[in-house]
T-cell receptor
Framework: AQSVAQPEDQVNVAEGNPLTVKCTYS??????LFWYVQYPNRGLQFLLK??????LVKGSYGFEAEFNKSQTSFHLKKPSALVSDSALYFC???????????FGKGTTLSVSS | DTAVSQTPKYLVTQMGNDKSIKCEQN?????MYWYKQDSKKFLKIMFS???????INETVPNRFSPKSPDKAHLNLHINSLELGDSAVYFC??????????FGPGTRLTVL
């Protein structure tokens, strides 16, 4: 069965520093991987996806993610964090039937000024 | 223009009542979804609906029933509400297997 793990409940980083939010996955077949962000009392916003192609995927708001097949990871990164990046981040994988997303438990990113 | 909209945003009701949440998307997508986010922020798929085919998640109680009057709408009806149904419910849509677009959520509180 498809699954996603986000090992960190919270990531703290100072503004201007690089950030990484970790995600590992377990899938049968080729993975369809996604990152979403949720701001307080809001819906989820799509950041980026990996379907195929380049292992480094660029997305919205300066975020990028690196797909690593051997480590089954899809870590979210940003070179320079902003206070406004503080939010809840979800990694997700499309289920085998292609009918829905299976989400990780979420990682709260806190960027301090 | 709002891509995926849900009404109401907040819903407070008594145990045992029946309630509905409406969802509309103006993106022209062919697939719509309902997700439940619990108090620990864990997100889980409830249903997905692709044109004429409804895919039911077996872990969802049959008190929950999605209804799709057309491709742009997917409503969620809940019978005999229970305390454990309290959560935030998100509607989403996508074009086939592309990324999903989420609505703002409906916070359901069952008293």
């Amino acid at each position: 069965a498809q699954s996603v793990a986000q090992p960190e409940d919270q990531v703290n980083v100072a503004e201007g520093n690089p950030l990484t939010v970790k995600c590992t996955y377990s899938v049968s077949g080729n993975p369809y991987l996604f990152w979403y962000v949720q701001y307080p009392n809001r819906g989820l916003q799509f950041l980026l996806k990996y379907i195929t192609g380049d292992n480094l995927v660029k997305g919205s708001y300066g975020f990028e993610a690196e797909f690593n097949k051997s480590q089954t990871s899809f870590h979210l990164k940003k070179p320079s964090a902003l206070v406004s990046d503080s939010a809840l981040y979800f990694c997700a994988v499309r289920d085998q039937a292609g009918t829905a997303l299976i989400f990780g438990k979420g990682t709260t990113l806190s960027v301090s000024s | 223009d709002t891509a995926v909209s849900q009404t109401p945003k907040y819903l407070v009701t008594q145990m045992g009542n029946d309630k509905s949440i409406k969802c509309e998307q103006n993106l022209g997508h062919d697939t719509m979804y309902w997700y439940k986010q619990d108090s620990k922020k864990f997100l889980k798929i409830m249903f997905s609906y692709n044109n004429k085919e409804l895919i039911i998640n077996e872990t969802v109680p049959n008190r929950f029933s999605p209804k799709s009057p057309d491709k742009a709408h997917l409503n969620l009806h809940i019978n005999s509400l229970e305390l454990g149904d309290s959560a935030v419910y998100f509607c989403a849509s996508s074009q086939r297997e592309d990324e999903q677009f989420f609505g703002p959520g409906t916070r359901l509180t069952v008293l």
